[in-house]
């Protein structure tokens, strides 16, 4: 049972990191988020099963066209109810991301229908035994995606020239502006990269549940929620502490029962956060005067 508990925890941990990642990438470029983070994984998942199992088309071409929807989603997002708002100095996109994501889990509900949907998977179709505990070979592949494209951006922001553009924004969107960096088009991206991260998330974890207009909802909670608690400025600690967040709710479903998971978990967030208001790897604000 410990042995299971731990390698579910460590998917869903790499779920829940990919998804908080998202919510990093458009905090540091821009200081706002996508609270629409949770549908974008349900679209993700949606149109992945609709394309490939609904419609009959590879999956990997199915995959990308999914992915590539869930960018636009974040594109269309970014451009219509973050941007003008921002330009205002008003936070009222905080409530406009948030009816995104009701409009969009609403929309799917209707075409794509309210019972859930198995996503069949090679990967997740006959369990191995590791440590004595039968797992899908899924399991497996989740925390290796997850971590490997955290590496990855990590790479990306340090080694190359678009990457150097996003840390230039990072540090000072005025001097970048003034450098000649289209500032307004790397947040655009920057939301981009985020719903498509979350996309990915939905098609990776679908096979694992099921598919429906719901699924997003808990699960972009709990993100946000890794999000705050690994501190939303460091990359490294969104992706540790989706890990642990993952492992702590697997562990306390394994041993304590499904009844006592989210109040057990989240009431270590907020003892966390009481202890270190900033997050696991966050830094306090500077103020210069």
Excluded at 162 to 177: F, S
């Amino acid at each position: 049972m410990l042995a299971s508990a731990i390698i579910s925890g460590i998917g869903l941990g790499s779920m829940y990191g990919l998804i908080a990642l998202g919510f990093h990438i458009t905090y540091v470029v821009s200081n706002t988020v996508n609270f629409a983070q949770g549908s974008a994984m349900m679209l993700g998942a949606v149109l992945g099963y609709t394309f490939g199992v609904k419609l009959g088309w590879p999956m990997p071409l199915a995959v990308v066209a999914a992915l590539t929807a869930c960018a636009l989603f974040g594109l269309v997002v970014e451009r219509i109810l973050v941007r003008p708002f921002v330009a205002r100095g008003s936070n009222a996109w905080l409530m406009a991301t948030v009816a995104a994501g009701i409009v969009l889990d609403n929309a799917v509900l209707f075409t794509f229908g309210k019972e859930p949907r198995g996503f069949p998977s090679a990967l997740a179709r006959e369990p191995i035994r590791i440590f004595g505990a039968g797992v899908y070979p899924l399991q497996l592949v989740i925390p290796v995606v997850g971590i490997g494209i955290a590496l990855v951006m990590h790479l990306v922001l340090r080694r190359t020239r678009r990457g150097k553009t996003l840390l230039a924004v990072v540090q000072n969107a005025d001097a970048a502006r003034l450098m000649g960096i289209n500032v307004h088009r790397t947040v655009a991206v920057s939301f981009m990269i985020s719903t498509a991260l979350a996309g990915l998330a939905g098609l990776l974890i679908a096979p694992l549940f099921s598919v429906s207009s719901e699924m997003g909802t808990l699960f972009g909670i709990k993100a946000f929620a890794v999000a705050i608690l690994g501190g939303m400025g460091s990359a490294w600690g969104v992706v540790i502490a989706g890990l642990a967040y993952g492992l702590i709710e697997a562990l306390v479903t394994a041993f304590l029962g499904s009844v006592y998971t989210q109040i057990v978990v989240f009431s270590v967030v907020i003892l966390a956060l009481a202890l270190m208001p900033n997050g696991l790897f966050g830094r306090a604000a500077i103020n210069r005067v």
